[in-house]
Nanobody, 127 residues
Framework: QVQLVESGGGLVQAGGSLRLSCAAS????????MGWFRQAPGKEREFVAA????????YYADSVKGRFTCSRDNAKNTRYLQMNSLKPEDTAIYYC????????????????????WGPGTQVTVSS
């Protein structure tokens, strides 16, 4: 089975930066894509960003465009979410997810496109 573990969350002031990492293990297929979602208290889980299995295509929610950047290191089986210019409204638990490359390409922002999820890491942005 595939297991995902996020790290890098924490407390940061508005305007600051954090880099989240997502380490994957147990993968048997190289054709996969990674997505990032977040969930704030009392809110539904929402799409943040995604990156193709080649790393050549990325997709971002409008709320984070220009501030967040996805990247991946396939050799280390790890992908990253660099978060800059953080805002208080970015406060949430952030989850990494993995899905079949074709499924994710068809529906980048759909939770149903992803088969595996990490336990999440807390990001808190103070004003």
């Amino acid at each position: 089975q595939v297991q995902l573990v996020e790290s890098g969350g924490g407390l940061v002031q508005a305007g600051g930066s954090l880099r989240l990492s997502c380490a994957a293990s147990g993968r048997t297929s190289s054709r996969y894509a990674m997505g990032w979602f977040r969930q704030a208290p009392g809110k539904e889980r929402e799409f943040v960003a995604a990156i193709s299995w080649t790393g050549g295509v990325t997709y971002y929610a409008d709320s984070v465009k220009g501030r967040f950047t996805c990247s991946r290191d396939n050799a280390k089986n790890t992908r990253y979410l660099q978060m800059n210019s953080l805002k208080p409204e970015d406060t949430a638990i952030y989850y990494c997810a993995e899905g079949d490359a074709e499924s994710v390409l068809r529906r980048w922002a759909s939770r149903t496109s992803y088969d595996y999820w990490g336990p999440g890491t807390q990001v808190t942005v103070s004003s």
